[in-house]
């Protein structure tokens, strides 16, 4: 059986980044919901994104957020731009800044921002923002990546929670069977955190009896002690100090 020690962090981002775009931009052709300003740029950027040409694509979708910055989508599209560019703090930065406009993609800006601090190493900020998230709407995603970043960092509790709930939120999680073998390395590993901790305790807790025990000892023999002292003293008041004279016979 695998140690939970060379396991690594699950996670990450389910779909590379021009899949995602492509389900997104599909989403919204459907829904009807392309901007009615900045469209020339808007489609422009979109042809260059799906030619793999992001360095062509974020200049025009920067112009068409300049004519309508109302627009979470066009925040949506210049964050996964940046992202391919390998610009995480960029990307961050255009996230948040839609955040205000983001509407129902809200948990979603939320779960890339995190995303994209996470590759720049920022784990602890990347856990603040998955739990906004799932705060939010319990992204699946988010839930997912943040139980790697918990298990990355050693809490395991955390970990192991957050990928059952995953498990059971989600109708075809992904990477389920690595997540359930993580689940079962991780309720192993807490058997043996709780066997140890119960050990550890019992330990504690004779060292702690042994020492009151030897406390308790060490008081009986000063109160012994002391109580020989007080009748010794007392005894020595009772003997009377006498003399004798004796005559020296020359």
Do not use: H, W
């Amino acid at each position: 059986m695998r140690k939970l020690d060379t396991v690594k962090p699950l996670g990450g981002k389910k779909i590379n980044l021009k899949i995602r775009f492509i389900i997104i931009l599909c989403f919204y052709a459907v829904s009807g919901t392309f901007a009615s300003t900045g469209d020339t740029e808007l489609s422009s950027g979109i042809d260059f994104f799906l030619n793999n040409k992001p360095e062509e694509a974020a200049p025009l979708f920067e112009i068409a957020l300049k004519k309508d910055p109302g627009s979470n989508k066009i925040y949506n599209y210049l964050g996964i731009v940046y992202e391919q560019l390998g610009e995480n703090g960029k990307a961050v930065e255009i996230y948040k800044k839609g955040l205000d406009v983001a509407g129902d993609l809200k948990s979603t800006f939320l779960t890339n921002i995190a995303n994209n601090l996470s590759v720049m190493g920022n784990y602890e900020d990347a856990i603040k923002y998955y739990s906004k998230s799932i705060d939010i709407d319990n992204n699946g995603d988010a839930l997912r990546n943040r139980a790697g970043e918990y298990l990355r960092k050693q809490l395991y509790s955390e970990a192991l929670s957050d990928y059952k709930l995953y498990l059971a939120k989600e109708t075809n999680p992904y990477q389920k069977d690595d997540i359930k073998k993580v689940i079962g390395l991780l309720e192993a590993k807490l058997d043996e955190q709780a066997r140890k901790q119960l050990e550890d305790e019992r330990k504690r807790l004779e060292e702690e009896a042994r020492q009151k025990e030897l406390l308790s000892q060490v008081m009986d023999s000063l109160n012994s002690a002391g109580s020989d002292t007080t009748n010794l003293s007392a005894g020595t008041e009772s003997v009377e100090d006498y003399t004798t004279d004796f005559d020296i016979v020359e």
